[in-house]
Protein backbone atom coordinates (compact mmCIF):
# COMPACT_ATOMS: atom_id res chain seq x y z
CA UNK A 1 0.00 0.00 0.00
CA UNK A 2 0.86 3.16 -1.10
CA UNK A 3 0.95 5.38 2.14
CA UNK A 4 0.18 9.23 1.24
CA UNK A 5 2.04 12.10 2.69
CA UNK A 6 0.27 14.56 5.08
CA UNK A 7 -0.87 17.21 4.06
CA UNK A 8 -0.41 20.73 5.95
CA UNK A 9 -0.49 24.80 5.89
CA UNK A 10 2.44 26.89 6.22
CA UNK A 11 2.98 30.36 6.74
CA UNK A 12 5.37 31.49 3.94
CA UNK A 13 5.62 35.25 4.68
CA UNK A 14 7.12 36.40 7.90
CA UNK A 15 4.70 36.44 11.09
CA UNK A 16 3.86 40.23 11.77
CA UNK A 17 1.54 42.97 10.21
CA UNK A 18 2.41 42.98 6.74
CA UNK A 19 0.81 44.12 3.72
CA UNK A 20 0.29 40.76 2.25
CA UNK A 21 0.80 37.35 3.66
CA UNK A 22 1.21 34.06 1.68
CA UNK A 23 -0.19 30.87 2.97
CA UNK A 24 1.04 27.55 1.61
CA UNK A 25 -1.04 24.27 1.25
CA UNK A 26 1.41 21.39 0.38
CA UNK A 27 0.02 17.52 -0.14
CA UNK A 28 -1.40 15.19 -2.65
CA UNK A 29 -5.22 17.08 -1.36
CA UNK A 30 -4.08 20.46 -1.41
CA UNK A 31 -5.97 21.14 -4.27
CA UNK A 32 -9.33 19.70 -2.71
CA UNK A 33 -8.69 20.92 0.66
CA UNK A 34 -8.24 25.23 -1.22
CA UNK A 35 -11.55 24.64 -2.89
CA UNK A 36 -13.48 23.57 0.60
CA UNK A 37 -12.75 27.36 1.57
CA UNK A 38 -11.95 29.42 -1.76
CA UNK A 39 -14.67 30.68 -4.08
CA UNK A 40 -12.83 31.67 -7.47
CA UNK A 41 -14.54 35.01 -8.58
CA UNK A 42 -14.73 32.55 -11.99
CA UNK A 43 -17.45 29.69 -11.71
CA UNK A 44 -14.92 27.13 -11.32
CA UNK A 45 -13.30 25.45 -8.36
CA UNK A 46 -9.70 26.10 -7.88
CA UNK A 47 -8.66 22.82 -8.90
CA UNK A 48 -10.78 22.68 -11.67
CA UNK A 49 -8.40 25.28 -13.40
CA UNK A 50 -5.92 25.09 -15.45
CA UNK A 51 -2.58 24.47 -12.99
CA UNK A 52 -0.41 27.45 -14.32
CA UNK A 53 -3.27 30.11 -13.86
CA UNK A 54 -3.87 32.31 -11.04
CA UNK A 55 -7.06 32.45 -9.71
CA UNK A 56 -9.02 35.35 -7.62
CA UNK A 57 -11.86 34.75 -5.43
CA UNK A 58 -13.18 34.71 -1.62
CA UNK A 59 -11.49 32.92 1.12
CA UNK A 60 -14.85 31.68 3.33
CA UNK A 61 -15.20 29.84 6.13
CA UNK A 62 -19.06 29.05 5.89
CA UNK A 63 -20.99 32.11 4.45
CA UNK A 64 -18.82 34.42 6.39
CA UNK A 65 -15.72 36.17 3.80
CA UNK A 66 -12.15 35.94 5.49
CA UNK A 67 -10.42 37.75 2.57
CA UNK A 68 -10.10 38.12 -1.17
CA UNK A 69 -7.00 35.84 -1.71
CA UNK A 70 -5.24 34.95 -5.21
CA UNK A 71 -4.46 31.44 -5.49
CA UNK A 72 -2.24 29.46 -7.30
CA UNK A 73 -0.52 26.25 -7.74
CA UNK A 74 3.26 26.12 -7.44
CA UNK A 75 4.72 24.53 -10.53
CA UNK A 76 6.18 21.24 -10.30
CA UNK A 77 5.89 20.51 -7.44
CA UNK A 78 5.20 16.81 -5.77
CA UNK A 79 3.32 17.13 -3.96
CA UNK A 80 1.18 19.75 -5.31
CA UNK A 81 1.12 22.59 -3.49
CA UNK A 82 -0.90 25.66 -3.52
CA UNK A 83 -0.65 29.67 -2.61
CA UNK A 84 -2.92 31.92 -0.75
CA UNK A 85 -1.85 35.32 -1.39
CA UNK A 86 -4.27 37.47 1.19
CA UNK A 87 -4.26 40.54 3.35
CA UNK A 88 -1.65 40.38 6.00
CA UNK A 89 -3.58 41.20 8.75
CA UNK A 90 -2.11 38.93 11.41
CA UNK A 91 -6.07 37.74 12.70
CA UNK A 92 -7.00 37.37 8.83
CA UNK A 93 -3.94 34.83 8.14
CA UNK A 94 -4.59 32.93 11.87
CA UNK A 95 -8.23 32.93 10.42
CA UNK A 96 -7.12 31.81 7.41
CA UNK A 97 -4.72 28.75 9.00
CA UNK A 98 -7.69 27.76 10.86
CA UNK A 99 -9.97 27.18 9.03
CA UNK A 100 -7.47 25.06 6.58
CA UNK A 101 -6.24 23.07 9.51
CA UNK A 102 -10.09 21.93 10.20
CA UNK A 103 -10.41 21.02 6.54
CA UNK A 104 -7.10 18.24 6.78
CA UNK A 105 -4.21 20.95 6.78
CA UNK A 106 -2.48 20.79 9.76
CA UNK A 107 -0.56 24.50 10.37
CA UNK A 108 3.18 23.46 10.34
CA UNK A 109 5.89 25.95 11.94
CA UNK A 110 7.16 28.02 9.43
CA UNK A 111 10.84 28.68 10.79
CA UNK A 112 12.38 25.76 9.31
CA UNK A 113 10.05 25.17 6.14
CA UNK A 114 11.25 29.07 5.00
CA UNK A 115 14.40 28.00 5.22
CA UNK A 116 13.64 25.25 2.50
CA UNK A 117 11.42 26.65 0.57
CA UNK A 118 14.04 30.06 0.49
CA UNK A 119 15.71 30.55 -1.00
CA UNK A 120 13.78 29.84 -3.83
CA UNK A 121 14.06 28.09 -6.80
CA UNK A 122 15.86 31.07 -8.21
CA UNK A 123 16.65 34.47 -7.80
CA UNK A 124 13.54 36.12 -8.91
CA UNK A 125 11.28 33.61 -7.67
CA UNK A 126 12.97 34.80 -4.11
CA UNK A 127 12.21 39.05 -5.46
CA UNK A 128 8.56 37.71 -6.03
CA UNK A 129 7.91 36.89 -2.80
CA UNK A 130 9.87 39.78 -0.77
CA UNK A 131 8.06 42.06 -3.40
CA UNK A 132 4.68 40.67 -1.90
CA UNK A 133 5.39 41.72 1.30
CA UNK A 134 5.95 45.38 0.14
CA UNK A 135 2.65 45.48 -2.04
CA UNK A 136 -0.15 47.73 -0.36
CA UNK A 137 -2.37 47.27 -3.19
CA UNK A 138 -4.25 44.65 -5.14
CA UNK A 139 -3.21 45.74 -8.27
CA UNK A 140 0.36 45.82 -7.83
CA UNK A 141 -0.11 42.35 -5.63
CA UNK A 142 -1.80 40.53 -9.01
CA UNK A 143 1.08 42.72 -11.20
CA UNK A 144 3.70 41.05 -8.58
CA UNK A 145 2.39 37.65 -8.79
CA UNK A 146 2.36 37.44 -12.40
CA UNK A 147 5.74 37.75 -12.69
CA UNK A 148 5.59 34.07 -11.87
CA UNK A 149 4.42 32.98 -15.44
CA UNK A 150 5.30 36.45 -17.18
CA UNK A 151 9.08 37.32 -16.27
CA UNK A 152 10.64 34.27 -15.93
CA UNK A 153 9.61 32.71 -18.69
CA UNK A 154 10.71 35.53 -20.85
CA UNK A 155 13.76 35.27 -19.61
CA UNK A 156 14.19 31.83 -20.42
CA UNK A 157 13.54 32.81 -23.90
CA UNK A 158 16.07 35.11 -23.68
CA UNK A 159 18.49 32.99 -22.15
CA UNK A 160 17.73 30.22 -25.28
CA UNK A 161 18.85 32.73 -27.73
CA UNK A 162 21.38 35.08 -26.17
CA UNK A 163 24.58 33.40 -27.42
CA UNK A 164 23.63 33.24 -31.28
CA UNK A 165 21.55 36.45 -31.48
CA UNK A 166 23.13 38.86 -29.00
CA UNK A 167 21.26 42.12 -30.66
CA UNK A 168 17.71 40.38 -30.30
CA UNK A 169 18.87 39.40 -26.72
CA UNK A 170 19.40 43.01 -25.72
CA UNK A 171 16.52 44.62 -27.43
CA UNK A 172 14.23 42.75 -25.60
CA UNK A 173 15.86 43.18 -22.50
CA UNK A 174 15.70 47.01 -23.35
CA UNK A 175 12.02 47.30 -24.31
CA UNK A 176 11.25 45.34 -20.60
CA UNK A 177 13.62 48.06 -19.01
CA UNK A 178 11.39 50.67 -20.20
CA UNK A 179 8.40 50.23 -17.40
CA UNK A 180 11.15 49.40 -14.50
CA UNK A 181 10.02 52.94 -13.09
CA UNK A 182 6.47 52.67 -13.23
CA UNK A 183 6.69 48.70 -11.34
CA UNK A 184 8.54 50.28 -8.74
CA UNK A 185 6.38 52.95 -8.04
CA UNK A 186 3.34 50.18 -8.12
CA UNK A 187 5.17 48.37 -5.07
CA UNK A 188 6.78 51.35 -3.74
CA UNK A 189 4.59 54.05 -3.70
CA UNK A 190 5.27 57.79 -4.45
CA UNK A 191 4.64 61.35 -3.07
CA UNK A 192 2.46 63.65 -4.46
CA UNK A 193 2.23 67.02 -3.37
CA UNK A 194 -0.27 69.81 -3.36
CA UNK A 195 1.21 73.12 -3.27
CA UNK A 196 0.51 76.86 -4.45
CA UNK A 197 -0.71 80.17 -3.30
CA UNK A 198 -3.39 80.59 -0.25
CA UNK A 199 -6.80 80.09 -0.65
CA UNK A 200 -6.33 78.48 -4.38
CA UNK A 201 -8.50 75.36 -2.92
CA UNK A 202 -5.62 73.10 -1.90
CA UNK A 203 -7.23 71.41 0.52
CA UNK A 204 -10.44 71.06 -0.99
CA UNK A 205 -8.67 69.27 -4.05
CA UNK A 206 -6.93 67.33 -1.31
CA UNK A 207 -10.48 66.15 0.41
CA UNK A 208 -11.78 65.69 -2.75
CA UNK A 209 -8.90 63.36 -4.03
CA UNK A 210 -8.64 61.71 -0.23
CA UNK A 211 -12.51 61.19 -0.93
CA UNK A 212 -13.11 61.87 2.39
CA UNK A 213 -12.79 65.21 5.06
CA UNK A 214 -9.20 64.64 6.55
CA UNK A 215 -7.67 68.11 6.22
CA UNK A 216 -9.39 71.76 7.81
CA UNK A 217 -10.80 73.80 4.66
CA UNK A 218 -11.97 77.45 5.62
CA UNK A 219 -12.12 80.60 3.37
CA UNK A 220 -9.11 81.62 5.55
CA UNK A 221 -5.72 82.21 4.09
CA UNK A 222 -3.26 79.91 6.43
CA UNK A 223 -6.10 77.49 7.89
CA UNK A 224 -3.50 74.79 7.11
CA UNK A 225 -0.90 75.38 9.56
CA UNK A 226 1.37 72.32 8.67
CA UNK A 227 1.34 69.81 6.13
CA UNK A 228 -0.95 67.09 6.21
CA UNK A 229 -0.61 63.82 4.46
CA UNK A 230 -2.67 60.30 3.88
CA UNK A 231 -2.07 57.49 2.18
CA UNK A 232 -4.15 57.09 -1.09
CA UNK A 233 -5.05 54.54 -3.84
CA UNK A 234 -4.98 56.21 -7.30
CA UNK A 235 -5.98 52.95 -10.26
CA UNK A 236 -4.18 50.90 -7.70
CA UNK A 237 -1.45 52.91 -7.55
CA UNK A 238 0.04 53.70 -3.87
CA UNK A 239 0.20 57.05 -2.90
CA UNK A 240 1.25 59.83 -0.06
CA UNK A 241 -0.54 62.70 -1.19
CA UNK A 242 0.26 65.48 0.92
CA UNK A 243 -1.42 69.02 1.38
CA UNK A 244 0.55 72.37 1.89
CA UNK A 245 0.05 75.70 3.89
CA UNK A 246 -0.45 78.20 0.80
CA UNK A 247 2.57 80.09 0.23
CA UNK A 248 2.78 84.03 1.87
CA UNK A 249 4.70 86.29 3.29
CA UNK A 250 3.92 85.86 7.13
CA UNK A 251 4.99 87.17 10.45
CA UNK A 252 3.73 84.81 12.26
CA UNK A 253 6.50 81.93 13.18
CA UNK A 254 4.54 79.16 13.64
CA UNK A 255 2.65 79.78 9.85
CA UNK A 256 6.39 80.72 8.60
CA UNK A 257 7.80 77.23 9.59
CA UNK A 258 4.44 75.28 8.10
CA UNK A 259 4.82 77.02 5.08
CA UNK A 260 8.74 76.17 5.02
CA UNK A 261 8.12 72.41 6.16
CA UNK A 262 4.95 72.70 3.10
CA UNK A 263 8.13 73.20 0.78
CA UNK A 264 10.49 70.86 2.06
CA UNK A 265 7.91 67.67 1.64
CA UNK A 266 6.90 69.35 -1.53
CA UNK A 267 10.79 69.29 -2.64
CA UNK A 268 10.84 65.26 -1.97
CA UNK A 269 7.52 64.58 -4.20
CA UNK A 270 7.63 62.96 -7.11
CA UNK A 271 4.79 64.76 -8.45
CA UNK A 272 3.75 68.02 -7.50
CA UNK A 273 0.05 69.54 -8.50
CA UNK A 274 0.47 73.32 -8.59
CA UNK A 275 -2.88 74.72 -7.61
CA UNK A 276 -4.31 78.33 -8.79
CA UNK A 277 -6.90 80.08 -8.12
CA UNK A 278 -8.58 80.61 -12.29
CA UNK A 279 -11.11 83.46 -10.89
CA UNK A 280 -8.85 85.64 -9.54
CA UNK A 281 -6.34 87.68 -10.95
CA UNK A 282 -2.64 86.17 -10.48
CA UNK A 283 -0.41 89.04 -8.38
CA UNK A 284 2.76 88.53 -10.41
CA UNK A 285 5.74 87.24 -8.62
CA UNK A 286 4.07 86.05 -5.39
CA UNK A 287 3.88 82.55 -6.50
CA UNK A 288 7.10 81.85 -8.52
CA UNK A 289 9.08 83.01 -5.03
CA UNK A 290 8.40 79.58 -3.08
CA UNK A 291 9.29 77.16 -5.37
CA UNK A 292 12.15 75.55 -3.53
CA UNK A 293 14.68 73.57 -5.11
CA UNK A 294 14.20 69.15 -4.84
CA UNK A 295 14.86 66.54 -6.61
CA UNK A 296 13.45 66.07 -10.46
CA UNK A 297 9.84 66.16 -10.07
CA UNK A 298 6.77 66.37 -12.27
CA UNK A 299 4.92 69.85 -12.33
CA UNK A 300 1.25 69.80 -13.09
CA UNK A 301 -0.89 72.89 -13.24
CA UNK A 302 -3.78 72.64 -11.48
CA UNK A 303 -6.27 75.77 -12.44
CA UNK A 304 -9.00 75.61 -9.65
CA UNK A 305 -12.46 77.15 -9.42
CA UNK A 306 -13.55 76.04 -13.20
CA UNK A 307 -16.71 76.50 -11.94
CA UNK A 308 -16.47 80.43 -11.50
CA UNK A 309 -15.79 83.03 -14.41
CA UNK A 310 -11.98 82.49 -15.38
CA UNK A 311 -10.24 85.81 -14.86
CA UNK A 312 -7.28 84.61 -17.47
CA UNK A 313 -7.73 82.10 -19.99
CA UNK A 314 -5.79 79.20 -18.82
CA UNK A 315 -3.67 78.89 -22.11
CA UNK A 316 -2.28 82.12 -21.34
CA UNK A 317 -0.58 81.64 -17.67
CA UNK A 318 1.52 84.15 -16.38
CA UNK A 319 5.11 83.68 -17.80
CA UNK A 320 6.41 82.74 -14.21
CA UNK A 321 3.77 79.74 -14.27
CA UNK A 322 3.62 78.61 -17.60
CA UNK A 323 7.41 77.91 -18.22
CA UNK A 324 7.07 75.48 -14.99
CA UNK A 325 5.29 73.11 -17.27
CA UNK A 326 2.98 72.87 -20.06
CA UNK A 327 0.75 69.78 -18.39
CA UNK A 328 -2.14 72.33 -17.06
CA UNK A 329 -5.35 70.92 -16.46
CA UNK A 330 -8.69 73.00 -15.52
CA UNK A 331 -10.89 71.61 -12.29
CA UNK A 332 -13.16 72.10 -10.06
CA UNK A 333 -12.00 70.80 -6.71
CA UNK A 334 -15.79 72.13 -5.15
CA UNK A 335 -17.93 70.08 -7.65
CA UNK A 336 -15.52 67.53 -9.08
CA UNK A 337 -15.18 68.29 -12.84
CA UNK A 338 -12.05 67.39 -14.25
CA UNK A 339 -11.11 65.16 -11.46
CA UNK A 340 -11.06 61.50 -13.09
CA UNK A 341 -8.96 63.67 -15.62
CA UNK A 342 -6.38 65.10 -13.30
CA UNK A 343 -5.83 61.59 -11.86
CA UNK A 344 -5.45 60.33 -15.53
CA UNK A 345 -2.72 62.96 -15.62
CA UNK A 346 -1.25 61.95 -12.33
CA UNK A 347 -0.87 58.41 -13.47
CA UNK A 348 0.66 59.04 -16.85
CA UNK A 349 3.54 61.59 -14.98
CA UNK A 350 3.92 58.52 -13.20
CA UNK A 351 4.99 56.74 -16.26
CA UNK A 352 1.83 54.89 -16.40
CA UNK A 353 0.66 55.60 -19.77
CA UNK A 354 0.75 52.70 -22.24
CA UNK A 355 2.22 50.79 -19.09
CA UNK A 356 0.67 47.01 -19.38
CA UNK A 357 0.59 45.33 -16.10
CA UNK A 358 0.05 41.98 -17.97
CA UNK A 359 3.62 42.25 -19.41
CA UNK A 360 7.03 40.82 -18.20
CA UNK A 361 8.71 43.92 -16.04
CA UNK A 362 11.86 43.88 -13.83
CA UNK A 363 10.68 45.56 -10.61
CA UNK A 364 14.12 45.30 -8.10
CA UNK A 365 16.62 47.23 -8.23
CA UNK A 366 19.08 44.47 -8.26
CA UNK A 367 17.74 43.28 -11.79
CA UNK A 368 17.17 47.20 -12.91
CA UNK A 369 21.30 47.31 -12.44
CA UNK A 370 22.13 43.85 -13.85
CA UNK A 371 20.36 44.20 -16.76
CA UNK A 372 21.47 47.76 -17.30
CA UNK A 373 25.25 46.95 -17.20
CA UNK A 374 24.54 44.08 -19.09
CA UNK A 375 22.94 46.70 -21.72
CA UNK A 376 25.85 48.78 -21.44
CA UNK A 377 28.56 46.32 -22.60
CA UNK A 378 30.82 47.93 -24.90
CA UNK A 379 31.91 44.44 -26.14
CA UNK A 380 29.73 42.00 -28.01
CA UNK A 381 30.75 38.76 -26.35
CA UNK A 382 27.74 36.77 -26.34
CA UNK A 383 29.63 33.91 -23.85
CA UNK A 384 30.08 36.79 -21.70
CA UNK A 385 26.20 38.37 -21.20
CA UNK A 386 25.03 35.05 -21.20
CA UNK A 387 26.77 34.08 -17.86
CA UNK A 388 25.29 37.89 -17.06
CA UNK A 389 21.77 36.81 -17.36
CA UNK A 390 21.99 33.81 -15.92
CA UNK A 391 23.45 35.50 -12.87
CA UNK A 392 20.24 38.26 -13.53
CA UNK A 393 17.89 34.44 -12.88
CA UNK A 394 20.37 33.47 -9.84
CA UNK A 395 19.27 29.73 -10.18
CA UNK A 396 20.61 27.88 -7.09
CA UNK A 397 22.78 24.99 -7.76
N1 LIG B 1 -16.12 78.05 -6.35
C1 LIG B 1 -15.15 77.27 -5.91
N2 LIG B 1 -14.62 77.48 -4.70
C2 LIG B 1 -13.62 76.66 -4.28
C3 LIG B 1 -13.15 75.60 -5.09
N3 LIG B 1 -12.16 74.97 -4.42
C4 LIG B 1 -12.03 75.62 -3.23
N4 LIG B 1 -12.92 76.64 -3.15
C5 LIG B 1 -13.09 77.56 -2.02
O1 LIG B 1 -11.93 78.36 -1.88
C6 LIG B 1 -11.68 78.62 -0.50
C7 LIG B 1 -10.28 78.16 -0.12
O2 LIG B 1 -10.23 76.72 -0.21
P1 LIG B 1 -9.10 75.88 0.52
O3 LIG B 1 -9.25 74.52 0.01
O4 LIG B 1 -9.13 76.09 1.99
O5 LIG B 1 -7.81 76.59 -0.10
P2 LIG B 1 -6.26 76.42 0.32
O6 LIG B 1 -5.91 77.60 1.15
O7 LIG B 1 -5.51 76.47 -0.99
O8 LIG B 1 -6.10 75.11 1.02
C8 LIG B 1 -12.78 77.89 0.28
O9 LIG B 1 -13.81 78.80 0.53
C9 LIG B 1 -13.24 76.84 -0.71
O10 LIG B 1 -14.56 76.44 -0.49
C10 LIG B 1 -13.75 75.40 -6.38
O11 LIG B 1 -13.43 74.49 -7.16
N5 LIG B 1 -14.74 76.27 -6.74
MG1 LIG C 1 -5.35 74.67 2.95
Not at 97 to 107: K, W, Y
Request: charged letters at 25%; a negative charge; hydrophobic letters at 40%.
Amino acid sequence: MISRPANYSELLTPPGAGAIGVVRVTGSDAPIIVDRVFRANNPRPFSANAPNRIVYGRFVVGDEVIDDVLVSSVPDRVPPAVDLCAHGGVRILERILEALQREGAPIRESSEEYARVWPAANRIQQEIVEALQQARTDRAVRFIARQHHNLMPSLERIAAIIESDLEQARERLGVMLGGFRAARTLIEGATLAIVGPPNSGKSTLFNRLVGRSAAVVSPLAGTTRDWVGQPVQMQGIPLFLVDTAGWQPSSDTLETMAIERGLEVGATAQVRLLVLDGSQPMGSGAVRRRWAPGKPSHWLIVVNKGDLTPAWPMDSLPPEVADLSRDRIEVSARNGTGIDHLVERITTALGFAGWDDEQPQFFTARQHEVVTELLAYKSDDPVRAAVHLARLIGREG
